[in-house]
Each structure stands twice: as C-alpha cells, then as structure tokens.
C-alpha cells in the first residue's frame, strides 16, 4: 500500500508521494479527493489543528443557529480564524465536487 506516514510507518517514507482520500458513494463507487498534503493527514494532526476543526465546526452550528462568532463583518475576524475557515471550506467544496462527479459517472452507467 501506498503511505507516506511518518507518525505510523517511518521506515517507509517516500519523497515523491501526493496523499488522496479515499470515498465511496452512497451506491458504493470510490472515489478520489486530490489533496496539497504530501504525507498523511494522521501525521500531522496535533492539538491545534484540531482546535481549528472543532471551531470550525462550532462557527457551522452557530450560524445554522443565526449567530455569529466573530461579526457579520469578516475582515473583522482574527487572520488565523479567516484563513483556517477558507483552508476547511476548500476541502469540504473539493470533496463534494469530486462525490458528485462520481455519483453522475454512476448514473451514466445505469
């Protein structure tokens, strides 16, 4: 198998490696999430970035609720809060971009 883990498998690093998520549809196809990260998500994970998810997640519900964490006015919003917001929205967007293209690829074959 393909890693490029330097938390769970060190002994096998490789240089020359772009790490893709892996997904499968609701119907069961797989598909593939490209992605900027050179080595394994798992090894980068630390307190902080973590942090930033879960207020992430939190910024989701509270405006779901009508709310907002740090103003309507988001040049307001502390740079480190923006950029963590753009980063996870740009993912989430490339992953349901990359499961609809799937999901039309399997409707084609029916």
Same mark, same amino acid.
């Given at each position: 198998?393909?890693?490029?883990?330097?938390?769970?498998?060190?002994?096998?690093?490789?240089?020359?490696?772009?790490?893709?998520?892996?997904?499968?549809?609701?119907?069961?196809?797989?598909?593939?999430?490209?992605?900027?990260?050179?080595?394994?998500? =798992?090894?980068? @994970?630390?307190?902080?970035? /973590?942090?930033?998810?879960?207020?992430? *997640?939190?910024?989701?519900?509270? $405006?779901?609720?009508?709310?907002?964490?740090?103003?309507?006015?988001?040049?307001?919003?502390?740079?480190?809060?923006?950029?963590?917001?753009? =980063?996870?929205? @740009?993912?989430?967007?490339? /992953?349901?971009?990359?499961?609809?293209? *799937?999901?039309?690829?399997?409707? $084609?074959?029916?």
């Amino acid at each position: 198998m393909d890693r490029n883990c330097p938390r769970y498998f060190p002994e096998r690093p490789r240089l020359s490696f772009q790490w893709t998520a892996d997904y499968k549809t609701d119907r069961g196809s797989h598909y593939e999430v490209p992605t900027t990260c050179q080595i394994c998500p =798992a090894a980068i @994970q630390d307190p902080e970035l /973590e942090f930033l998810v879960q207020l992430d *997640a939190q910024n989701r519900r509270t $405006k779901e609720a009508g709310g907002v964490m740090f103003g309507t006015d988001s040049s307001k919003w502390p740079a480190w809060f923006f950029d963590s917001v753009v =980063a996870i929205e @740009q993912e989430r967007v490339s /992953e349901h971009n990359a499961r609809v293209s *799937a999901e039309i690829e399997e409707a $084609k074959r029916r």
